[in-house]
């Protein structure tokens, strides 16, 4: 399973992004995708999540800004970010947990990150 990002870049404060995330690969079934996000010399943290069912999960630091949405047909999660700020410049990372046959256990996957940077 590979997990593609897409759609970052440099924005300034106040701008708009969308990022993508398309899964490919051996896939049965998809549960939660989300989007992670690390600034230098800090942890990863949730940004956002959706379930397979559309429920939504954001970070309090978004809420009202960012909006988590995906296409089960196309296996995909996006990430529409509106009035940026500095501070949500980082590397943001998409999930997926994944069920890759009707029997197997399911497994956490990761894209490779896309860049975010806001300048003031």
């Known amino acids: 399973v590979q997990l593609q990002a897409s759609g970052g870049g440099l924005v300034q404060a106040g701008g708009s992004l969308r990022l993508s995330c398309a899964a490919s690969?051996?896939?049965?079934?998809?549960?939660?995708m989300g989007w992670y996000r690390q600034a230098p010399g800090t942890q990863r943290e949730l940004v956002a999540a959706?379930?397979?069912?559309?429920?939504?999960k954001l970070a309090d630091s978004v809420k009202g800004r960012f909006t988590i949405s995906r296409d089960n047909a196309e296996n995909s999660v996006y990430l529409q970010m509106n009035s940026l700020k500095p501070e949500d410049t980082a590397v943001y990372y998409c999930?997926?947990?994944?069920?890759?046959?009707?029997?197997?256990?399911?497994?956490?996957?990761w894209g490779k990150g896309t860049l975010v940077t806001v300048s003031s």
């Open positions: 959706i379930t397979s069912g559309s429920v939504t």
């Open positions: 999930n997926a947990d994944v069920q890759r046959d009707y029997s197997d256990y399911v497994g956490r996957y």
């Open positions: 690969g051996s896939i049965f079934k998809i549960n939660t």
